[in-house]
Structure formats: structure tokens, C-alpha cells
Nanobody, 117 residues
């Protein structure tokens, strides 16, 4: 089992910045990919950014390229999402995701990001 502990998020004016952090615990040795998804009211959950652990390769949704940056933690199994130039349409609940070999998906509890204009 893998547990994901999220932090960050909050309320910010358009154009501002927020950061999210997610720390994995438990059977972390089997994780090969971590990232962030988001879900706005009435919409499906969508990928925001993810990073492959072995290569460090990062993938982003088209609408966050150049504004968001995902990175790995240095000393623990964690990912950070730096969100800059935030827009009202970025408002959503953001979920940390980890995938372990199997494959098996794990989700955090979600953290709210609200961007007001």
C-alpha cells in the first residue's frame, strides 16, 4: 500500500502563484510515476503533470505548459507542483497520484485551488 499526503493549495488572485506538495509513504519502492490531476465541478478528472521516477521525464497538460512545473523531492518520495500565472480556469480540486508496478493507482485526498479574478 502507498499513502499520499498532500499539502499546499488555497486561494489566490489570477496571475498569482501557488505550490502543491505530495509525499508518498508505505511501499514507495514500487512507485514508478507520480503526478497531479485536477477535477473541477461538473468535469472529469484530468492530468495536470506527471513525472517518471527513473528518467525524470515530465509531461504536462497543454494548458499548463510554461506555467506549471513539476519536480521530484531530493531526499524522499515526493513531488512538488509549482503553479505560476494562475487563471480562474485552474480552479479545481487537485489530486496527487502515484502509480506502482502492477499497475496500481493511488490517490491523495485532494486539495482545493481557487483562483479569483
Amino acid at each position: 500500500q502507498v499513502q499520499l499526503d498532500e499539502s499546499g493549495g488555497g486561494l489566490v488572485q489570477a496571475g498569482g502563484s501557488l505550490s502543491l506538495s505530495c509525499v508518498a509513504s508505505g511501499r514507495t519502492f514500487s512507485i514508478f510515476n507520480m503526478g497531479w490531476f485536477r477535477q473541477a465541478p461538473g468535469k472529469e478528472r484530468e492530468l495536470v503533470a506527471r513525472i517518471t521516477w527513473s528518467s525524470g521525464r515530465a509531461d504536462y497538460a497543454d494548458d499548463v505548459v510554461g506555467r506549471f512545473a513539476i519536480s521530484r523531492g531530493n531526499d524522499k518520495m515526493s513531488v512538488n507542483l509549482q503553479m505560476n500565472s494562475l487563471k480562474p480556469e485552474d480552479t479545481a480540486t487537485y489530486y496527487c497520484n502515484a502509480i506502482e508496478y502492477g499497475p496500481q493507482n493511488y490517490w491523495g485526498q485532494g486539495t482545493q485551488v481557487t483562483v479569483f479574478s
